[in-house]
């Protein structure tokens, strides 16, 4: 079993219950595939251990010789995100291996990043959109789309057309006229697709017939696809222009306009939910809530201290989490919609709803 151990693996997360006993020796049956000493310390024996398909466990064991196993929650979710590769859903900008991107990279990156993934997490998950079956799904989307979705989108385009374009047109940049038409009709799909999702919802709740409500589903699917695409494109065309049009204005300048960005960004009603996606996108831990693997994220610490770095700490210690709780429940329903059940436990045939909340994923 000692030789399960790779001393290299320390990483230096103390355990202050754990006892000076000698390392583990369980039996055969809990040697995993990995194996892993988390302190950094040789003597301790709380050992983390990972078992492919099962919840990460801490072993460790008394003078009494007694094998306590602990299911790691936060400590290893917070480590395990430390070892997931970066990943870039960008078709304009490289990849950097390492995670790191330059200044006029990441001006791009940190809100088209965020959108991406959730405009994917949407565009998987209708491919198995079925209310007729799961008339609940309808719900999940009506609120995902009106209530998180849509203003992100808004609110994006917004500060675009009211700060970046004219401040940046002040600077002799001017943006080529198909990204700015591109904003009109973006809008004008969203707006179809809001009204595609509530006729869907009114549907499933008055339990229409399976023609009509399949007619209706494949509109709403065409139009979100058309919508998708469309905004991919949008995201590209901005990226390959905006991410040079920033080198030629000096830096300071566009210092400023961040900080004007920034500034306004936090005023917005959607800006809360807006930067716990764009820090989801990073695999920022919250407090209580945590990154999900499976996502992976596109930059490491120091594209997380960007965002961050303005903001006191009671405010990332004491009202983020409240935040992000808001924005996991939105995480939670566009994701559901995969799966096969009310996981909020939302949907009434009555047409009443519930709060739902976002506990169940904690
Ligand atoms: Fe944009």
Redesign the pocket.
Known sequence: MEGCLPQSASVGLPNRKSKKVSPFRGPDDFIPASVHRLSGSNESVSTHVRIPGRFPCCLSHNQSGIIRIRVITLSYINMAAQAIPFKLTSTAIPISEDGKYTYNQVA?LI??ES?RREMNRAHSVLQTFDPINHPWQALYLNIWLKEFFVPCVHE??DL?ETILTPEMRKLNIETPDHMNGAHKSLLESLNNLEKFSSEVLTLARTGAQAELMTEKVNELKTCYNEMHDHMME??HA?EEF?SVAITKVPEKEWARIENKIKNTVQKVKSGEMFLCSILDSMGYCFKNYSFRPEDTRWTGEDGIKIILGDVPYPVRAFIFPGFNKRYQRYKTLITAIGGDRDVLNLYRTDGTEQAGCACVIA
């Open positions: 791009l809100p088209h959108l994006h385009h675009e949008h995201f901005e905006w």
